[in-house]
């Protein structure tokens, strides 16, 4: 079956809401919005579904850099150009006295050459709660942060490839728990971070090619992992591993991977390159490219 030959409505393209983060971006990147008094890059940045974390995995970390006391926020775009597609997202995430993250997302997937000119759009919205212990290591403070979360995920798109490939919802819930500890003086003296995600999922591409499939409709848990280091007071490098669910027979799905590199200049911007792996996409093997993020925090 060709899927050229089916239609999908187009969608305004996501210049409103790009508009409104880029300005939250630069707003956090002036005196006026450095509220927050966390440490540099504690918020994470914003991964794929919008919450605080590494790019392709949420983080234990609440996003912003509020203390106890604060409120803190983080804005984002973000783009991923692999061989033969185009991801954009933007979105914005609060975090509340360091206790709990409110996220919203819009991704937009280009067809690429699949089905040229048109594209795939998904709104997420999360929520994420820290229920015990510490980011920072020291002798009183050893176990981990955890934060428990979910991502309400809904494909606007659903009827038109997702369902016709085997698909069996357009909406979904992706349950997640994670743990992270920073090493303020790990080995040779550097900062480190690592970071444990289970998520409990029922997504195809993210929820992109819907949920749930022919071969399996049930929730799956998968393993994220995350490892990054301070190469100086403003480089942030590290590796990135995210395990997915294969639900349908039409297409196969392969595990994420990616080796990132992140800019800081202050703690309220940071610039976020990649080098992404993301395997099997619909129709088109070994989708390897690059990632790009723009970010504020306050």
């Not at 800019?263 to 790009?292: E, H």
Request: charged share 20%.
């Amino acid at each position: 079956m060709m899927l050229d030959n089916f239609y999908i409505s187009r969608r305004p393209a996501l210049r409103p809401l790009s508009a409104l983060l880029l300005g939250l971006v630069l707003l956090a990147a002036t005196p006026f919005a450095q509220a927050g008094d966390r440490l540099l890059a504690t918020g994470g940045v914003m991964q794929l579904e919008g919450n605080g974390g590494g790019g392709l995995t949420p983080w234990a970390l609440i996003a912003g850099l509020g203390t106890d006391h604060q409120i803190g926020a983080t804005s984002a775009c973000t783009r991923i150009k692999p061989s033969d597609f185009t991801l954009d997202l933007c979105g914005i995430a609060v975090g509340f006295y360091n206790r709990f993250e409110l996220s919203f997302a819009q991704q937009r997937f280009d067809l690429g050459t699949t089905v040229p000119g048109e594209t795939i759009s998904q709104r997420i919205v999360g929520l994420k709660v820290r229920v015990l212990g510490d980011a920072v290591y020291d002798q009183d403070r050893w176990w981990p942060q955890v934060s428990v979360g979910l991502q309400y995920k809904k494909n606007q798109d659903f009827g038109f490839v997702p369902q016709l490939i085997g698909a069996r919802d357009d909406h979904s819930i992706d349950w997640y728990a994670n743990a992270t500890k920073v090493w303020l003086a790990g080995p040779f003296s550097r900062t480190f971070l690592a970071n444990l995600t289970l998520r409990a999922t029922k997504a195809n591409q993210l929820g992109i090619l819907g949920f749930g499939g022919d071969r399996n409709d049930s929730y799956r848990i998968e393993p994220e992992v995350s490892l990054a280091a301070f190469l100086s007071d403003f480089v942030v490098a590290g590796v990135e591993y995210r395990k997915k669910p294969d639900n349908l027979s039409a297409f196969k799905e392969d595990d994420f991977k990616d080796l990132f590199v992140a800019w800081i200049p202050t703690k309220y911007l940071s610039v976020t390159g990649a080098f992404v792996d993301l395997g099997n996409i619909a129709d088109k093997d070994n989708q390897r490219g690059w990632y790009l993020s723009l970010q504020g925090s306050f």
